[in-house]
């Protein structure tokens, strides 16, 4: 079973489970760092009855998402009061003492939409969300594309004929709507679970026969 927070700077959504159809979900507004992160460790520990092996976070930003870095699942220069230089998975992994996956909102999303979603059959494509402003979430080969600092889409110019075209055939609509962000969160989770798994195979086949 996996925990599940999509975190935005108006509201948090929660969930345990383990696909979109399977989940239990609450929400709630984001207040203080404290308040909003004790409030989704309560949820989480309450609705998984002791089974929750990992825990996937879709964040708002700007966060660090370069594993090498000392803040590395931090929240940084955020406009949002408090939240500034917040180590939003470290909290989460020490309060609940499992794995954690971290990623942005709209990382999220796309990872949500690639596994349940509209884009189940492809393994390049770009999310793109348009709210207070617009932000985007792009896979490669099934894998999240990241920058070199805060992972965010720039802009641009489309100059293919064939896409400008077929605009219909290529640009279509989420499939899981508002749940595409809690439902990557799941992926984001599963995917923590899985690398520490693989982690503790490794250093166990490593230790030396007595």
Known sequence: MFGAIEAGGTKFVCAVGTAPDDLTVTQFPTASPEA????????LKEHSGGRLQAVGIGSFGPVDLCPSSPTFGCITSTPKPGWQNYDFAGAVRKAL????????????????EARWGAAQSVSDF???????GI???????GQILHGLIHPEVGNGYVRSK???????????????????????????AEQAYQEQQTRAAIAAHSEPMR
Request: overall charge negative; glycine content about 16%.
């Open 135 to 141: 932000g985007g979430g792009v896979i490669v080969n």
């Open 97 to 112: 003492g499992v794995p954690v996956g971290f990623d942005t909102d709209v990382d999220a999303s796309a990872l949500g």
């Open 36 to 43: 909003t992160i004790g409030s989704a460790v309560t949820f």
């Open 162 to 188: 064939e896409l400008i075209e077929n605009v219909d055939h290529y640009v279509v609509p989420p499939k899981l709507g508002n749940r595409a962000g809690i439902a990557g969160a799941l992926v984001l």
């Open 126 to 132: 770009l999310y793109l969300t348009v709210g207070t």
